[in-house]
């Protein structure tokens, strides 16, 4: 199962774009990779998802090179509601069944000020 | 829509005792997830099903858990007996067809004295 590594936490001020990245290492050939955001006492809230290249959609953008071996989340123009933990999955398709004990990484708190 | 509707919101128990948690996923959706939070282990996925159907239960820790989905709208997930360690945040999540894309409900907060 790929192991994923983030940074702790990230401060950023409102109007900036901010950009997360993500190292995936041993990530599978059949290993998507996914960004989720979680808000103190609530679950967590799909982002984006992607294999690789770009994706892009309504409030961010998912950016990842050719090796696959990292993923970079960017958010455009924060503002302070987007103070939440964020979290890169790597896992494979879950029709297959084999997903080996799915561990989320530890996140990265990004803090956003004014 | 409702959301995915979890029961109940806080569980206090004694160790020993038998816990039952509840979902109710979104309407429509065909896909089920429990996962489990805590600060030392961090968000575990526990077990999924398709179609009422488990898929995978490689992250259920250990027989004392089990997991059922009896019909569409209605999952539950069963510590019996329960222990300290158990203690933490566990979550249900729905979906179309096994998407990452999941919609999580608001958390059992399960305490195991």
């Known amino acids: 199962l790929a192991k994923t590594t983030q940074p702790i936490s990230m401060d950023s001020y409102e109007g900036q774009e901010v950009n997360i990245t993500c190292s995936h290492n041993n990530i599978a050939t059949n290993d998507y990779i996914t960004w989720y955001q979680q808000f103190p006492s609530q679950g967590p809230r799909f982002i984006i998802q992607?294999?690789?290249t770009k994706v892009t959609n309504e409030v961010a953008s998912l950016f990842i090179p050719a090796d696959r071996k990292s993923s970079t989340l960017s958010l455009p123009r924060v503002s302070l509601s987007d103070t939440a933990v964020y979290y890169c999955l790597v896992g494979p398709d879950l029709g297959g069944g084999a997903t080996n004990k799915l561990i989320f990484g530890t996140g990265t708190l990004l803090a956003v000020q004014p | 829509d409702a959301g995915v509707i979890q029961s109940p919101r806080h569980e206090v128990t004694e160790m020993g005792q038998e816990v039952t948690l509840r979902c109710k996923p979104i309407s429509g959706h065909n896909s089920l997830f429990w996962y489990r939070q805590t600060m030392m282990r961090g968000l575990e996925l526990l077990i999924y099903?398709?179609?009422?159907?488990?898929?995978?239960d490689s992250g259920m820790p250990e027989d004392r858990f089990s997991a059922k989905m009896p019909n569409a709208s209605f999952s539950t997930l069963k510590i019996q007996p329960s222990e300290p360690r158990d203690s933490a945040v566990y979550f249900c999540?729905?979906?179309?067809?096994?998407?990452?894309?999941?919609?999580f409900g608001p958390g059992t907060r399960l305490t195991v004295t």
């Open positions: 099903f398709n179609n009422n159907v488990p898929i995978d």
């Open positions: 999540a729905s979906s179309f067809w096994l998407s990452y894309e999941q919609y």
């Open positions: 992607g294999y690789k």
